[in-house]
């Protein structure tokens, strides 16, 4: 009697109305275009980045500074002296930009639904597997949770990739305005959108308040939260606009390394 009574429970139990198993749906637009994108160009931006980071130069010897410009994949510039041969720099601070991706809201979403099939789209079965999910509370997707940590540290490497923008207009050879410091400025630019747009700094700047009126601070407080509100809703923009923006630079510099393009510039 026991089992049919959970039986007739399991019948009578809500289930929606989208079509059950994986990749069982109703909808009629081409719904698995989106994550297939998504999927394939975070794997060819994810791919390149770390072969320009790691392998690039201790490989091919491809230098990556050229004419006063560095590589965002290196900023904050860490000398190659010391390491071995085989070892990129870049593995000193590569790990930050990489954790505070991997753990960003927008990117979970990306590459869970991209990769993880969870879910593949609105109203498209998961894989029964996901039954057993226990979302983020168990290894590995419990380091999630690390996010705002990272961020500490993204805002600090932020801070000195800004002053070796700016560094990058005055080289030893004497003040200009090069196509690389552009390309710079406009990466670093929509780095820090994409960083203050961050939902973690969002709460950092106006979370824990009672009420927004009752100082100057909490005033001051809310106007920049609503900023950075302004800025979030297009979170998702920032982005993959910064990630295709850091590899347009990086290509940039180390052709320009590689003497296959010269920089034209303005000398001041």
Known sequence: MTGQAASLRALLKPRGTAAQGFGATRRADAW????????????VLVLYATFSALVWEPVFGV???ADGYLSPFYAPFVSGEGFPAWLSPAIVTLWIPIGFRVTCYYFRRAYYR???ADPPACAVGEPT???????????PFILQNLHRFFL????VLLAI?????????FPESGARIGLGSVLLVVDITLLTGYVTSCHSMRHIVGGRLDCFSCSTVN???????????G???????????SLFSIVIVDIYIHLLAMGVIADPAILL
């Open 231 to 241: 800025l979030n809703a297009n979170h998702m923009v920032w982005a993959w606009a």
């Open 114 to 116: 991209a990769y993880l």
């Open 152 to 155: 500490y540290l993204a805002v």
């Open 129 to 139: 597997i996901h039954r057993r999910y226990r979302m983020e509370n168990a290894l």
């Open 161 to 169: 990739h800004w002053i070796e923008v700016v560094a990058s207009f």
């Open 32 to 43: 698995l275009a989106a994550p297939l994108s998504v999927g394939f160009w975070l794997a």
């Open 219 to 229: 005033r001051t407080r809310h106007g920049a939260w609503r900023i950075l509100s």
């Open 63 to 65: 230098a990556h500074e």
